[in-house]
């Protein structure tokens, strides 16, 4: 079969390879949308490792060709929603908290595509643990709709999550490319109050704005910290950091008052360091509290998230504006993704067989 | 009144100063037992900008002397446990959660003695919102048991509390000072299984061992983070910092698993920075929980921890290995701490009037 | 000065007392705008007790006409917004958590007015730790929509909180009265998905819809507990229950799924009793949580409150559909509560002095 | 292969059924020592509807004798530890919070034995599931204490867990049978200051007081909630059901405070039913939070357990005060759990093949 893969740092294009075969709790499936990350375009370029020869892509709904003996809530033809992070659920680390870390020492261990096994840019693709970590696609709810929850809004909102937003909080967002808009989306939905987004793309801002930001902030109008401290001559009560670098934690730091919570959502470059001023985090004695994390996988998850798209709680599809027709199209769309135009959200792929 | 006072940087001794006199909600206070700090003795020397004349101290239990118009819950002649923290109640920020900083934006804000105004090692002394602050010292407690709760005792169980300690978990506290000493006990009294502290010297190790600490790691042996990661073949789920400087979260981040929780109770120096590769936070990735602060104030909080006393679930008194008597003595008792001999644990000096 | 009083029970009218005045800690207020509640008429009607003589009344925003000495936050002339639990702040047990009931063993303590002091349905009332109570009203709120939050919004919402509400989540609110509509709101604005509402009346119903209720039941359409199982086939992750009676419990009980939360805000009568089958609560074995209580008070939580109205998170001065002018007319109002004509949500009446 | 079974509602004995035989992810096990529960006895009589032909038991320690083919974990000759939940954990709704009701509408659904399928009390007996619900017998934790973490230290410690015990609490435990006593042990370790269990038999009133209950309250000195109040002057922070019926809540919401928590951990009788003034729920505003539930299940839960164990937090083993030697012993031991004689607190039987 075709697949659109790393074929080594900095080198991509279509490869060919065995279909995946399903164990006896996997299913095999065909893709009939997929969306480009900028993970797998940061993977191509070396930045979880050498890639050599793996089919990239982490974003699918699909249909279900093939379960294995065990698999008993899916039947070949179901069209699925599959999220980004699909937990082995026999890992007991998983029983104290879901989380993509939960399975052992080993970061990020539910994150299967791409990192430990063939993504999903391909005719066919496996997923362990079918029955614990696939959702029917639900009526009401759109492909593309779905397609943004299994990783930008799944990843976002737990970036709400963790910032344990109080109703009436004032949250500042650092970043509003495609998860920092559904980190200002999940803000909102947890109750937020005023929702402060960073970020400077004519578009991104608007966007920002319809899910629910009252404010922005440029660094093009001068310093962030000081922007952000004049709007109220008061510290935030959460940030969420969903772009930048390890200097936004220092912002971060300065603008979010004693007792409250920065949430991190960004993936950091492994070649970055923090640099922290005891002083900005309160030598130590300024409750504030640092989470940092990746969404949840499984089923469960996946079914919340859908269950506020159907009942027309947030729309992700907005994201979604580029759009390509046909399995060919992932190499475009792709290519798209790795030289980031100004005025790219997220482009989507959509498949018919 | 005379008072044992920092006079400039670096340079203390004894001051005369006026009596202070209550204001409604307030009680001015003698002490019957006070406790030198290395907090004391770390703003003598300027760690808390420059302090001129005045009077050091932050734990004591003492006399009531004089209450003013507005205080119901005490008299002249109560023996009272004064928390080292005292907020003033009608702050808005501490409706949402005591802690030590809720106030506003200003650090530490209901730290009040020594840093906010003159401190306990003085003939007389006062506490703002007396009713709310206070507790009378129960039946069943020691003087020495309850002076040490004022801040050793709370600030230590403060590391345990928001390390989030989970019945049977592996919990690792670095440094074992008297608030390291302290985490250790809270850590057993939240349910830890095994609890592995970090310290060399022999009078500490054996009260940590008998605290309930059940391993020792010393640097003498060799790399800290090698010697714990050898001692399970395992991370810990959880880290109490409770010594040592900025380099010591990069120690935690190495050896508490993804999922876990480092909390801080040590006060770093301003002129500290902390200086995290990103890898060691799982590049953002780890959803390792950071917080750190102080212990949270208030009259409520010191009759927890006295009840704890009072039904035998922990000895804090044993802190204290040098005793002095006499109001006088402070001076010596101060000098001791500043030199920190090698056996030094706590020095408590009984005033009898 | 002149008052509305409940005069003995099942009797009210107005009546003629001294003006209060400020203790060191207090405000004295002129209302400027107050509304009704149907916990007012209940009082009247012998709910509470015998109340002999008390002005009615614990919804306002006012103007401040005098201050205590100790008041530095407020001067005459502010006009403030006035939560109906007013904390008396130097009680140590609002030091854990801030609720209502945190004064005391005595239920309800921060609930001042009307319970146990003159309400504000005159021409001048007092408020208790009033830089601790009161909040501004903030530019650009309007002062009916300040006023539903002084204890319909803060009262509803906390259901939501409650509820423990997660994203995605499906709640039922049984009630859709005024608390209950605000419960509807405050669930949409924690992230709930499918909100499923119970209640008949028309006006209700669109207001509802309008405040985030995605499905409404009827008992005029057959059995509650059926119709809401019937919906999805499943049972719902919590529900609110803001309305109905000690019965409500049991058909929450029957339509929250194992590991689910039942809030309360209902007040239920002294004379109720609630008659659960152990097999409702399965044999105690269900790991559901009931909670139940009345909004928590104090300024933080109204400037919250009003955060969220500033930044349109939501209306709730669309609850006043009677409105009158005068401070007269809360006669007419009163009445008109006490009678409840079936479209009557919530009265309104606005004074000019 | 042999077992004891309840045959029909309230008769007993030896049967003879197929050895089971191991799906891919079972393993078979031989028992090496049981206990034998109230629940056992219980169930013979009816109290889970009527069991025919169903062998009984579901506390054991044993040893793998087959795995499936997807067991990676486990091979036969390993001494493992048994929890008495073992969840399936390919189902979705433990994906939210592992509970032993976590995976659909049906109660207590990862408790198998006896209910779902045979239990332990057999030459061999099966386990779903194996890689995540068992645990290898570590070094240094005896088949007693170990046997005793599978069932009652897990139950009782969740009482104290779901009591949301903080350091000092003052805690009430209904009831000193097995669980009740494993929930006073539980509170200590979670940090309660005053422990008052409500218990008569004089062993189990010894052991309640080695375990950490500092007050001990019996109905035969007059009435429990006055007795209670009278201690302090004062309510409980918190109450643990482990014992009585379904009066003991009215009982727990007289004695606990404001704010304050109520576990259940007591299996209720299917015919009982909860009568509860709404007075005694403070008209639905106390803010009092009531919990029920069975501890939750799988590997990682038993490990923490073990833990504990290991590290001498606790010594569960205490419990067992009658001991029988011999697989044929299940039988004495079985009978006398039945006739339950004053000074039984719990029996173990040693098996040896």
Redesign the interface.
């Known amino acids: 079969m075709k697949g659109y893969a790393s074929l080594s740092v900095n080198k991509h294009g279509w490869i060919e390879k065995d279909k995946p075969s399903a164990g006896?709790?996997d299913a095999v499936l065909r893709p009939i949308a997929v969306s480009i990350c900028s993970s797998d375009t940061h993977a191509m370029h070396g930045g979880a490792g050498e890639l050599i020869n793996v089919i990239l892509g982490h974003e699918a709904v699909a249909e279900v060709v093939e379960v294995g003996s065990?698999v008993h809530e899916f039947k070949p033809g179901d069209i699925v929603v599959v999220p980004c992070n699909t937990p082995d659920?026999?890992?007991?680390?998983?029983?104290?908290?879901?989380?993509?870390?939960?399975h052992d020492?080993d970061?990020?261990s539910s994150f299967k595509f791409l990192l430990r096994k063939d993504g999903v840019f391909a005719e066919f693709f496996s997923v362990n643990?079918a029955?614990?970590n696939l959702v029917l696609l639900p009526e009401g709810v759109s492909t593309d709709a779905a397609l943004m929850a299994t990783d930008m809004m799944s990843t976002g909102?737990y970036g709400a999550?963790m910032a344990d937003i109080?109703?009436?909080?004032?949250v500042v967002v650092f970043g509003i490319g495609p998860v920092g808009l559904m980190a200002v989306a999940?803000a909102?939905?947890?109750?937020?109050?005023?929702?402060i987004a960073i970020g400077t793309r004519p578009n991104c801002v608007a966007l920002a704005k319809e899910y629910g930001a009252?404010d922005i902030i440029s660094y093009k109008n001068g310093n962030i910290v000081e922007q952000i401290l004049s709007l109220e001559n008061?510290?935030a009560d959460c940030a969420i950091?969903a772009g930048g670098n390890?200097e936004s934690m220092n912002q971060a730091l300065q603008i979010v008052?004693?007792?409250g919570t920065i949430a991190?959502?960004?993936?950091?470059?492994?070649?970055?360091?923090?640099?922290?001023?005891?002083?900005n985090?309160?030598?130590?004695?300024?409750?504030?509290?640092?989470?940092?994390?990746?969404c949840?996988g499984?089923?469960?998850?996946m079914?919340?998230?859908?269950?506020?798209i159907?009942?027309n709680?947030v729309s992700p599809e907005k994201l979604l504006n580029y759009k390509f027709e046909g399995f060919d199209k992932i190499k475009d769309a792709f290519i798209l993704m790795d030289e980031k135009p100004a005025d790219l959200i997220k482009p989507v792929v959509h498949i018919q067989w």
């Open positions: 006896p709790m065990l659920w026999e890992k007991i680390a998983l029983q104290q908290r879901n989380s993509n870390n939960a020492e970061l990020m643990n029955d614990a909102f999550e109080q109703l009436g909080d004032t999940g909102k939905l947890r109750g937020a109050g005023r929702i009252t008061a510290k950091i390890t008052k004693n007792n991190n959502i960004n993936f950091f470059d492994a070649a970055e360091s923090f640099n922290i001023p005891a002083y985090w309160g030598l130590g004695m300024s409750d504030i509290t640092i989470r940092g994390g990746f949840p499984g089923a469960l998850r079914k919340k998230m859908l269950n506020l159907r009942n709680r």
